[in-house]
């Protein structure tokens, strides 16, 4: 079993930056992925950007050259930095890691961009 905790949600006016940690923890091994995905209202879960064991990061179309993944390793954690947020950003943003087959998600932290 794998247990996220993310953190770093919250809200922010158009323009500025958040930067979200998530942090695993249990028995982690055989990982093939791991990333960012999000859920705004009325709208399916969607990639936003991902770890793919053996492969770089890959982004959504939508936040390329704003949002930013990074992990490290000796925590067992991965972040991910949005820079330049849009009010069509404003989601529930969920840590996942891919396992042997079996997907992992966190609760969830909500990002809201507003003025």
């Known amino acids: 079993q794998v247990q996220l905790v993310e953190s770093g949600g919250g809200w922010v006016q158009p323009g500025g930056s958040l930067r979200l940690s998530c942090a695993a923890s249990?028995?982690?091994?055989?990982?093939?992925?791991m990333g960012w995905y999000r859920q705004a209202p009325g709208k399916q879960r969607e990639l936003v950007a991902r770890f793919i064991s053996g492969f770089s990061a890959n982004y959504a179309d939508s936040v390329k050259g704003r949002f930013t993944i990074s992990g490290d390793n000796a925590k067992n954690t991965v972040y991910l930095q949005m820079n330049s947020l849009k009010p069509e950003d404003t989601a529930v943003y969920y840590c996942n890691i891919g396992q042997l087959g079996v997907d992992y998600w966190g609760q969830g932290t909500q990002v809201t961009v507003s003025s």
């Open positions: 249990g028995s982690i091994f055989g990982i093939s992925a």
